[in-house]
């Protein structure tokens, strides 16, 4: 990758803030020692191997605090152990199995310290369905999840902040579509879109977003941000499938495109304001023009 680029993924790379007492190499073998029950190993660690530093991110934004947190598609729970370990929020969790409704409980293990974690969880789909928690929460995590929806990313964001006390936090964390990967792989003729997937519609990513976008998005609902940027997590590829050296001055002599290559987005926005009502045009089509608004 050329130089100039490295550098501004480096620039990123120094935001990362290890919890006190910890490096990378000692964080990382101590979420590795757990195991989760119906998961298999080999697929844990590729995924820890692949993510480490975007839990490590989520962490560092949410809040030293109190209060009543939810983590949105929780499993398989790097994050919500970390939040256990290093926070302390009452915290509530939920996935979509691809079943509706009821509840269920997955319990991770460390063959290292002995410390087992149950996490008992609501099985819900946030893209269709309200979320089943009493009262408000005081920090919602949103994290890898906005881009599997298929019907109303708009409409999930609208029950979270019906869930989040007002001036609560929302931590939203995606992947980029406008990272230099996708870039490398567009100049080379190659296809960005994420293969079809053996879980089903919500096991893919159905629509990536850019930073634009998500700003946009909170901003229609009332959301005010306080912290945004985008980071690789893991190795860059992007020489795989293009050599980048040629296009980096043009790509960051770009407006605004310096710090906005990286591999993930995170964000964390308050509930400050009423929402707007309707679907914002430029994200939806083909719906009722009493819908959309512009």
């Not at 001055?249 to 710090?259: D, E, F, K, S, W």
């Not at 990286?262 to 083909?286: D, E, H, M, T, V």
Request: aromatic share 12%.
């Amino acid at each position: 990758m050329n130089q100039s680029l490295r550098a501004t993924f480096s620039d990123l790379e120094q935001m990362v803030q290890f919890p006190s007492g910890h490096t990378a190499d000692s964080l990382k073998r101590y979420l590795g020692s757990f195991s989760l029950d119906g998961a298999p190993a080999a697929e844990l660690e590729n995924y820890l191997n692949e993510d480490f530093l975007r839990f490590v991110h989520t962490l560092g934004l949410v809040p030293d605090a109190h209060g009543r947190l939810l983590e949105i598609g929780a499993n398989p729970y790097f994050t919500t152990i970390l939040l256990r370990k290093f926070r302390d929020f009452e915290i509530q969790c939920t996935n979509y199995f691809g079943i509706e409704g009821g509840g269920s409980r997955q319990v991770c293990k460390s063959g290292e310290t002995g410390e087992e974690f149950a996490f008992d969880f609501m099985n819900n789909n946030v893209d269709k369905e309200d979320i089943p928690f009493d009262g408000n929460f005081d920090v919602v995590l949103f994290c890898e999840v906005i881009e599997h929806l298929v019907s109303d990313p708009i409409g999930a964001l609208r029950r979270i902040k019906d869930k989040l006390a007002p001036g609560g936090a929302l931590i939203l964390t995606t992947p980029n579509v406008n990272r230099l990967e996708n870039i490398a792989k567009m100049m080379a003729g190659q296809n960005m879109y994420d293969p079809i997937s053996g879980y089903g519609v919500y096991g893919r990513h159905n629509r990536e977003y850019n930073k634009h976008e998500l700003f946009l998005m909170l901003d229609h609902l009332g959301f005010d941000l306080e912290v945004l940027f985008s980071s690789d997590v893991h190795e860059n590829h992007s020489n795989l499938y293009y050599p980048i050296a040629g296009l980096a001055n043009q790509i960051l002599a770009t407006p605004n495109r310096g710090y906005d290559l990286g591999q993930y987005i995170f964000l964390r926005a308050r509930n400050n304001r009423p929402a707007k009502p309707g679907k914002p045009r430029w994200l939806y089509r083909s719906y009722p023009e009493a819908d959309l608004c512009d």
